[in-house]
């Protein structure tokens, strides 16, 4: 239960000159009744946490509290709350960006504000998490440097300046399904080989190796170029399909398949990462999972009123989220200053790179 301490400001008068002395109140302290950061600090766990509306917010303060506090002033606490972390949030998304974090993860997904289709945009690592509001889908960050994880679509592959590594989650999906609907040889191939090498890549980390071994480098290397070249020369020996009937121009249209194909092999590097780099995942579930919270929140709260409202929702997150990463009391952070937030933050990270310098 939340500390609800009670300031009183005793008067007195003097008995020589009669003048009317008043003890002053905490400069915190600026109206007979207001709720102070524990307060502000629990309304936003549970709204960003457990997805808990303005309305039943109140009835919970008012069941379990004794406290009556109208919906809209809840709204305007973790409104404030919020602001006040905006410097940590910028914090985040500043180590997320630059050197100090090697290997990241970007998604996005779509988020309904006042009628309106936005995108959330996740940038995140197995450490620090920041979720921003974008002005469209293709708003993805810039000005990365290192290592992103990602699923392969196109505005991720244009950043420059990055190394890419692609969610074999994703691949694998797709390799079903062509195996599942055309009954392609050479996906049950492809698919036994992306199982093969993470079961190499784990092994490797789990004996405390840098790398796996050249001998299996060259072995699934060697099984990739021969499954992609089998599968385009099976579909180059395919009639090709029939163009649509509406005129439209352009290359013919190619099968599910092919497609795959031309694009694990133009992707080879990103697809194999993993592989090559015991620091890049097989997959890109770090992303997802930080996401998912927001579609939760969707189906119990609904959409967001306004933007500034999906902001603040999107700070509040980047705290909740990367609390949790550090293994700090995420109630007790929401509760800390943002200054000492950051102090905290930077003190991890400082002794991430004297491990790695070491």
């Known amino acids: 239960m939340p500390v ?9 008068r003097c008995r020589s000159c009669g003048t009317l002395v008043r003890a002053a109140f905490p400069e915190t302290v600026k109206a007979p009744a207001q709720y ?59 180590l997320l960006s630059g050197t100090a974090v090697a290997v990241k993860h970007l998604d996005e997904t779509g988020l309904r504000i006042a009628g309106k289709t936005r995108w959330l945009h996740m940038l995140c690592s197995t450490s620090l998490s920041h979720l921003r509001l974008g002005t469209g889908r ?21 950043l420059e300046a990055v190394e890419h590594g692609l969610c074999n989650a994703h691949l694998l999906r797709e390799l079903q399904a062509v195996i599942d609907h055309d009954r392609e040889p050479w996906a049950t191939d492809m698919k036994a080989l992306l199982s093969d090498a993470r079961t190499l890549a784990q092994m490797a980390r789990d004996q405390g190796r840098p790398a796996v071994s050249l001998r299996h480098v060259r072995q699934i290397r060697q099984r ?78 609904g ?27 995420v109630l007790r952070a929401l509760s800390k200053s943002p200054v000492q937030l950051i102090r905290d933050l930077n003190t991890f990270h400082q002794i991430q790179l004297d491990r790695v310098a070491g």
């Not at 609800?4 to 007195?12: D, F, G, I, M, S």
């Not at 398949?257 to 993993?274: D, E, I, P, S, Y």
């Open 224 to 301: 990739f170029d021969a499954c992609c070249d089998r599968a385009i020369k099976f579909h180059e020996g395919l009639p090709p399909l029939a163009r649509p009937t509406t005129g439209k121009r352009g290359r013919p249209k190619r099968r599910a398949g092919h497609n795959l194909a031309r694009r694990m092999r133009t992707h080879k590097a990103a697809v194999l990462l993993f592989f090559n780099d015991l620091n890049v995942p097989f997959t890109n579930n770090e992303a997802e999972r930080d996401l998912r919270m927001t579609k939760v929140r969707q189906k119990v709260s």
């Open 4 to 12: 609800l301490p009670e300031h009183r400001a005793h008067t007195c």
């Open 138 to 158: 293709g708003d993805i960050p810039s000005g990365l440097a290192g290592t992103i994880v990602h699923d392969c679509w196109p505005p991720y592959l244009a």
């Open 36 to 94: 102070g950061d524990e307060i502000a600090a629990l309304a936003a766990y549970l709204q960003t946490q457990h997805c808990i509306p303005e309305d039943r917010l109140a009835r919970i303060f008012s069941d379990l509290y004794k406290i009556r506090i109208a919906p809209a002033t809840l709204a305007s606490l973790i409104a404030k709350k919020a602001d006040s972390m905006r410097v940590f949030a910028d914090r985040v998304r500043e």
């Open 303 to 329: 959409s967001f009123r306004t933007e500034t409202g999906a902001e603040n929702y999107c700070i509040l997150r980047t705290v909740v989220e990367t609390a949790r990463k550090q293994s700090w009391d």
